[in-house]
């Protein structure tokens, strides 16, 4: 195969594998994201079939298109030091408790 792939008797990878992205079967495609290894499209194989040209690839919904745009801004864009100063903020802090932020 040119791709990356577990040896057949390789079970335990296998199976954390398959429990992390929630496999049933196969053949199975999953899309994750490079960087962050979060899943952008669970079912692969039914948006290939759909889309035969790869003219709606990425694959990712609009949410995760805005998100990384907006950490791609606030990282290239936001000095360190204020970044460190507005994330140990109180309300940020709170806000963080509240609402779990995906990394």
Do not use: C
Not at 33 to 44: E, K, M, P, S, Y
Not at 66 to 85: D, H, I, M, N, Y
Request: glycine share 6%; net charge positive.
């Amino acid at each position: 195969m040119p791709w990356p792939a577990l040896p057949f008797n390789a079970q335990e990878q296998n199976n954390a594998l398959r429990a992390k992205y929630r496999v049933q079967g196969f053949p199975s495609l999953v899309f994750v994201d490079a960087i962050t290894g979060n899943v952008l499209v669970q079912d692969g194989r039914q948006q290939v079939a759909k889309d035969p040209k790869g003219d709606g690839f990425p694959y990712a919904t609009p949410i995760q298109i805005a998100g990384k745009f907006a950490k791609a801004l606030w990282t290239k864009l936001v000095p360190p030091s204020v970044r460190l100063a507005i994330s140990n903020h109180p309300f940020v802090t709170k806000a963080k408790q509240l609402v779990p932020v995906a990394r």
